[in-house]
Structures are given as structure tokens and as C-alpha cells.
């Protein structure tokens, strides 16, 4: 079947020790996605891929950053976690171009800061 | 600044019975309005959703009911079930853009 997947699924880093979350997806959508998803809380965008064109949320700290080395998979880098980033961070696809296309949505990775 | 408004915030259901999610957006620019179900340790499963030439959809046990004058959307779950326990969030899109903004959810719980 075609997904979004997400390695690992959980991660364990220490405070200010860069961490490094991948995703990879076989739907071939030329748009990919990072949220942020803190307990009870809906998901919050990060920032966003159409193609190789970045695409960063104004309130997105510097902290976090992406890169999309090919269709096929995006990392997002953390440089320096802190405690408050301690969350899910979920990866999504969608074929932009297309008007009503939904976002297709990876189990996440849950991310841990001691 | 929350663009999509949802209520409850929680929801607790008997087996059977009706389980009737509300949100409200502003936007007149949405022009896509998923519904995702996510379950603890999942990501959000698209559910079902509608676009606003239409008033109903129905899939199965799930409806959405949409109101273009009020700005106003439903997901409303017939013959609720335990396994329907997770949390829904209601989205809106513009057209031919995927900047999806999110609802804050809404915990359903089904007890048998």
C-alpha cells in the first residue's frame, strides 16, 4: 500500500543535542508537510515542501529545519531540542496543483528530551 | 489566530447513540472541509469530507452536514460505537492551496 512512514517512531534525545526525525512516502506527492503535535493539541504546522520550494510558518522557531533531498523523503532537524519541544512531530503528503486534496498523514514520531 | 472553531472539546457517548461534532470557520476562501480521526500513537486518518456546493455527505456511518451561510460544519456519527473512541478534528482548506488549518479537536468517548 501506498503511506507516509515515519522512522523511528519514538526518539530519545538530550537537551541541545541535534535529533534528526525522516520521513519517506511512495504516494509520489510533490507537496510534504512537518507538523508539531503536543498532547490534547491539534497538530501545528512547521512548514511545508511543494516540490524543492520551502515554505517556513512565520511563528516556526530557527530552532527547526527541514530538508527534501528527492519526492520521496523529507527530514526535519531540530538543532538544539529543548524541553518544550518535546512532542509528536507528524509528517504529511498532498498533491498540490489539485484543488481538494487531502493530506495523507504518517503515525508520527514521538520525540523525547532529557 | 484559530480559524476553525470546534466544539466540544470533549464528547461522551453511550453505544447507539448519535455523537454530534460542531465547527465554525470565517473564511470565506475555504473551499475543502476534511474530517480526521487519530487514535492515541496514530497519525490523523482522513475520515470523510465535503466540499461547499454540497449540504450532506454520507459515507457509511458518517455524515457531515454543511451550512455555507452560517460558515458552519457537522460531523455527526450514527450508531456510535466503543471503537469510534479517538479524537476527531475537523480542517478547512482554501481552494487549490493545501494550507490546512485545524480544528482543536474534539475526544469522543463511546462506552459500550
Known amino acids: 500500500d501506498a503511506m507516509v512512514i515515519q522512522n523511528p517512531r519514538y526518539q530519545v534525545t538530550q537537551f541541545g543535542k541535534p535529533v534528526t526525525l525522516s520521513c519517506s512516502q511512495t504516494l509520489n506527492h510533490n507537496v510534504m508537510y512537518w507538523y508539531q503535535q503536543k498532547s490534547s493539541q491539534a497538530p501545528k504546522l512547521l512548514f511545508h515542501?511543494?516540490?524543492?520550494?520551502?515554505?517556513n510558518e512565520a511563528d516556526t522557531p530557527d530552532n527547526f529545519q527541514s530538508r527534501r533531498p528527492n519526492t520521496s523523503f523529507c527530514f526535519l532537524d531540530i538543532r538544539s531540542p529543548g524541553l518544550g519541544d518535546a512532542a509528536m512531530y507528524l509528517c504529511a503528503t498532498s498533491r498540490k496543483g489539485f484543488s481538494n486534496q487531502p493530506q495523507h498523514f504518517g503515525d508520527g514520531t514521538r520525540l523525547s528530551i532529557l | 489566530q484559530q480559524q476553525v472553531k470546534q466544539s466540544p472539546q470533549s464528547l461522551i457517548v453511550q453505544k447507539g447513540g448519535i455523537s454530534i461534532i460542531n465547527c465554525a470557520y470565517e473564511?470565506?476562501?475555504?473551499?475543502?472541509f476534511p474530517w480526521y480521526q487519530q487514535f492515541p500513537g496514530k497519525g490523523p486518518a482522513l475520515l470523510i469530507a465535503i466540499r461547499p456546493d454540497v449540504s450532506e455527505k454520507k459515507e457509511g456511518r458518517f455524515t457531515i452536514s454543511f451550512n455555507k451561510s452560517a460558515k458552519q460544519f457537522s460531523l455527526h456519527i450514527m450508531d456510535s460505537q466503543p471503537g469510534d473512541s479517538a479524537t476527531y478534528f475537523c480542517a478547512a482548506t482554501p481552494y487549490n492551496n493545501n494550507d490546512m488549518r485545524f480544528g482543536a479537536g474534539t475526544r469522543l468517548t463511546v462506552k459500550p
Open positions: 515542501y511543494y516540490d524543492k520550494d520551502f515554505n
Open positions: 473564511n470565506t476562501a475555504f473551499d475543502y
